[in-house]
């Protein structure tokens, strides 16, 4: 009777641990996966509160999305949002490259800020390149990552807000990038990000460039030419 009892208590214990890790494995891979690999590629914190994906419709979401700042930076985040859409093919989860039709961050937080003669995009964006050899001595062979590959068809930031340096907000026009990863038959997660933080970048420095011109000539932007004055001066 009582090894009954027992195996009847080891079933019942392990039937409510694998209830709870069921409710969404994708999930929690996802989170593991961002949390660990996201700051080996940016040297910045990365996490995220929680991941909900479902296998079944691959639609999800992460909340609490936040990438901090390299070292060397003052400012207490270069990016954060609520929450970022995600929309994957499920039937590809189970192939070596994942489709990803579509991730959407919907106004998010950015802090763009300069040291020195970087901006901090600047040095993420190096940390990555970086992280995948692109920069690496002569000789050395760019780095390869295992695992999944992945093709985003749609990469979306919409209603961004930036604040430079602590003197400027501004609001950054939409981005999209589309086909990530599909000349190359699917890209790692390191090649993903960098081709994120470039254009991110890019539009940073676009945006920013803009609001100096129009704060000089006509003074719309209160104060843009002396709060901009630092990301050109060499």
Not at 51 to 64: F, H, K, P, Q
Request: aromatic share 6%; proline share 3%; net charge positive.
């Amino acid at each position: 009777m009582k090894k009954i009892l027992v195996i009847v208590a080891v079933l019942a214990a392990a039937a409510i641990a694998a209830y709870f890790v069921l409710q969404n494995p994708l999930g929690r891979l996802v989170k593991l996966a961002v949390e660990e690999f996201g700051p080996e590629m940016t040297q910045a914190a990365v996490r995220v509160s929680s991941v909900n994906i479902s296998a079944t419709d691959g639609r999800g979401a992460l909340s609490g999305l936040f990438l901090g700042n390299p070292k060397g930076f003052k400012s207490d985040y270069a990016l954060k949002a609520g929450t970022v859409k995600i929309e994957l093919e499920p039937a590809s989860l189970a192939k070596d490259v994942v489709v990803i039709r579509r991730i959407l961050i919907d106004a998010p937080q950015i802090g763009y800020e300069k040291a020195g003669n970087i901006t901090n995009f600047d040095a993420i964006q190096r940390n990555v390149e970086a992280y995948l050899g692109a920069k690496g001595g002569k000789g050395e062979k760019p780095k390869q990552e295992s695992g999944k590959r992945m093709i985003i068809d749609s990469f979306v930031i919409r209603n961004a807000r930036v604040n430079y340096n602590d003197m400027l907000e501004l609001k950054l026009p939409d981005i999209e990038l589309r086909n990530v990863g599909k000349k190359t038959g699917g890209a790692t997660s390191a090649q993903v990000v960098k081709a994120i933080i470039a254009e991110l970048n890019t539009q940073l420095a676009i945006a920013l460039a803009k609001a100096a011109v129009i704060g000089s000539v006509g003074g719309v932007v209160v104060g843009a030419g002396a709060a901009l004055k630092g990301l050109f001066d060499k």
